[in-house]
T-cell receptor
């Protein structure tokens, strides 16, 4: 699986958009980009995933660059409950287990 | 629809004992994954089961083992417990198809070895 690089930590003001970047320069053509988050001591929560096109759901938007070497997770209106570690994972889909890196600690400030 | 359920929530064992952790996947999911998360550390992949077979294994000693039952539920067994086995053990399930099915996690079992 391709490796990912994420900032260690980020802050965001409550009500503002949180933009979390991820670099995956060695991604292959059939690998997906997944985002999960983990709130302290809870099980990770699936957020969104995509292959080539930008994706949006009720939680977030995923913007993937045209060359697929990086992506950005956007939480449009961050709340205090969005404070968590966010993991960007590149994976072949359901045929392999997910490999978690260190993620980005997002802190939403009041 | 019920999510992934794990039991027990907490488990306290003595060094050298055996621990058994259980996981029930989301209905219709055939793949079950186990992860270990020691305090302050990342999620480490342990085991992957699908259709009753072990599909892949992480870098853990053989005393970590498991199985998947015909109803797709799974057990993780840890033999000869060591203090370093104290961790949050997480189970996830997914559909195993050719696409990009996401995995859903349970809330974990907190194992404490004393």
């Amino acid at each position: 699986d391709a490796k990912t690089t994420q900032p260690t930590s980020m802050d965001c003001a409550e009500g503002r958009a949180a933009n979390l970047p991820c670099n995956h320069s060695t991604i292959s053509g059939n690998e997906y980009v997944y985002w999960y988050r983990q709130i302290h001591s809870q099980g990770p929560q699936y957020i969104i995933h995509g292959l080539k096109n930008n994706e949006t759901n009720e939680m977030a938007s995923l913007i993937i660059t045209e060359d697929r070497k990086s992506s950005t997770l956007i939480l449009p209106h961050a709340t205090l409950r969005d404070t968590a570690v966010y993991y960007c994972i590149v994976n072949l889909g359901s045929a392999r287990q997910l490999t978690f890196g260190s993620g980005t600690q997002l802190t939403v400030l009041p | 629809e019920a999510g992934v359920t794990q039991s027990p929530t907490h488990l306290i064992k003595t060094r050298g004992q055996q621990a058994t952790l259980r996981c029930s996947p989301i209905s219709g999911h055939t793949s079950v994954y186990w992860y270990q998360q020691a305090l302050g550390l990342g999620l480490q992949f342990l085991l992957w089961y699908d259709e009753g077979e072990e599909r892949n294994r992480g870098n853990f000693p053989p005393r970590f083992s498991g199985r998947q039952f015909p109803n797709y539920s799974s057990e993780l067994n840890v033999n000869a417990l060591e203090l370093e086995d104290s961790a949050l053990y997480l189970c996830a399930s997914s559909l195993r198809d050719r696409g990009s099915s996401e995995a859903f996690f349970g809330q974990g079992t907190r194992l404490t070895v004393v």
